[in-house]
Structures are given as structure tokens and as C-alpha cells.
């Protein structure tokens, strides 16, 4: 009798513990949000002359070098804002999956504009776009591990945000995500400037 009553708490406790990880689809979506957006960033940054990569189609706008030295920053700061939030005490119950597609369409929508914070901001933190290129890829790399092997409750986690009031920790990933197909497009908006260089 003891070892049933032991053998049902163990069981209870793998249920609970297994209710409280990422469905499989949600880790595929975002591995894929995140793979996807790997690919572009590397390939609209692949093959550029210094004078592609330097070029500012305006003094008040970025050139690619900035714009991909901002996605760099920006997804060191969302990661270690789901570490923060992952601290914070779970919300049994939470479920704000309802806005994953709102936060998405929201992130890469050019038409809304947004000002990058100080810390933000690219001020040429890397000494060579090697550098900052294979930075990229080791974070990224590292993030796309995170989803797919953590066993945290990452809805139950959440952090007031100031456009999308609460996101839960996998939302941030997503968010990580968008803010790099964002500024991807960006790259693209430069690149198609009349005066971009052709070499």
C-alpha cells in the first residue's frame, strides 16, 4: 500500500512537472522563428564590400553595420531578460498565449517606429564584422539551444513590458525573434536606397 501511495506521488509530480514545459509545438515555432531569422541576418550580411556595409543612406539613419551591431545588443538584452524573468516567481495558471501573433506582427511592422535605448544603440562595440558576425551566430546558436532543451515553465513567467504590457519568457524569445526580422528588413530598406553602392 505505501509503495502504491509512493509510486501515484511520483506520477503526479512527473505530470505536473510535465504540464509545466513547452509543448512541442511551441518550441518548434520558435526554433524556427529563430532559424529563420539566423539565416536572413547572415545572408543580407554575407559578401558586402566595406563601402556596402558602412554606407548610411541618411546622417540620421543606420548603415548595416549599425543596424547589425543593434540586433547583436538587442539579443543579448532580450536573452538575459528571460533570465530575469525565469526568476521572478511563477503565476500558476498564466496564459497570455493568446498574444503570441500580436507580439509577432507587431515587432516587425516597419510603419511603427520605435527609439533604440542608449544601451542600444551601436557605437562600433566590435573591432571587425567577423567579430561581431561570429558573435552572433555563438548567441544565437546558444538561444536556439535554450528553447529547445529547457524544461522551465516559461508561460508562467511574466515581466511588464511597455508596449505589449505583460509578456511571459517564451514570448520574449519571440520577441527576439521579430526584433531581428525587423531589422533585417531594415538591411533591406538600406540596401535598396538609390545611392547604396553597387560594390
Same mark, same amino acid.
Given at each position: 500500500m505505501?509503495?502504491m501511495i509512493?509510486?501515484i506521488?511520483?506520477?503526479?509530480?512527473?505530470n505536473? #512537472? &510535465?504540464? +509545466?514545459?513547452?509543448?512541442q509545438?511551441?518550441?518548434?515555432?520558435?526554433?524556427?522563428?529563430?532559424? !529563420?531569422?539566423?539565416k $536572413?541576418f547572415?545572408?543580407?550580411? %554575407?559578401?558586402? @564590400?566595406?563601402?556596402?556595409?558602412?554606407? =548610411? /543612406? !541618411? /546622417?540620421d539613419?543606420? &548603415?548595416? %553595420?549599425?543596424?547589425?551591431e543593434h540586433i547583436?545588443l538587442?539579443?543579448e !538584452?532580450?536573452?538575459q531578460? *528571460? $533570465?530575469?524573468v525565469l526568476?521572478s516567481? #511563477? *503565476?500558476p495558471g498564466?496564459?497570455?498565449? +493568446?498574444?503570441?501573433e %500580436? *507580439?509577432? =506582427?507587431?515587432?516587425?511592422?516597419?510603419?511603427?517606429? +520605435? $527609439? +533604440?535605448a542608449?544601451?542600444?544603440k551601436?557605437t562600433?562595440r566590435? =573591432?571587425?564584422? #567577423?567579430?561581431?558576425i561570429?558573435?552572433? =551566430?555563438?548567441i544565437?546558436d546558444?538561444?536556439?539551444?535554450f528553447?529547445?532543451d529547457?524544461q522551465?515553465?516559461?508561460r508562467?513567467?511574466? @515581466?511588464p513590458? /511597455?508596449?505589449?504590457?505583460?509578456?511571459?519568457a517564451y $514570448?520574449?524569445?519571440l520577441l527576439m !525573434?521579430?526584433?531581428?526580422?525587423?531589422?533585417v528588413a531594415q538591411?533591406?530598406?538600406?540596401? #535598396?536606397?538609390?545611392k547604396y553602392?553597387?560594390?
Amino acid at each position: 500500500m505505501r509503495q502504491m501511495i509512493l509510486m501515484i506521488a511520483l506520477l503526479a509530480a512527473f505530470n505536473i #512537472a &510535465s504540464a +509545466a514545459t513547452l509543448t512541442q509545438g511551441e518550441r518548434d515555432r520558435a526554433m524556427s522563428s529563430l532559424h !529563420a531569422t539566423r539565416k $536572413q541576418f547572415l545572408d543580407e550580411t %554575407a559578401g558586402l @564590400s566595406d563601402a556596402q556595409w558602412n554606407f =548610411k /543612406p !541618411a /546622417p540620421d539613419r543606420w &548603415s548595416i %553595420a549599425e543596424c547589425a551591431e543593434h540586433i547583436v545588443l538587442t539579443e543579448e !538584452a532580450l536573452f538575459q531578460m *528571460v $533570465q530575469k524573468v525565469l526568476k521572478s516567481p #511563477a *503565476v500558476p495558471g498564466t496564459d497570455l498565449s +493568446a498574444n503570441d501573433e %500580436a *507580439v509577432m =506582427k507587431m515587432i516587425v511592422d516597419r510603419s511603427r517606429k +520605435a $527609439q +533604440a535605448a542608449e544601451s542600444l544603440k551601436p557605437t562600433h562595440r566590435w =573591432k571587425t564584422r #567577423a567579430e561581431l558576425i561570429d558573435h552572433f =551566430k555563438k548567441i544565437r546558436d546558444e538561444h536556439i539551444a535554450f528553447i529547445r532543451d529547457t524544461q522551465e515553465d516559461l508561460r508562467a513567467h511574466v @515581466s511588464p513590458h /511597455p508596449v505589449f504590457h505583460q509578456l511571459d519568457a517564451y $514570448q520574449w524569445i519571440l520577441l527576439m !525573434a521579430g526584433h531581428s526580422e525587423r531589422h533585417v528588413a531594415q538591411i533591406r530598406e538600406v540596401k #535598396a536606397d538609390p545611392k547604396y553602392p553597387r560594390q
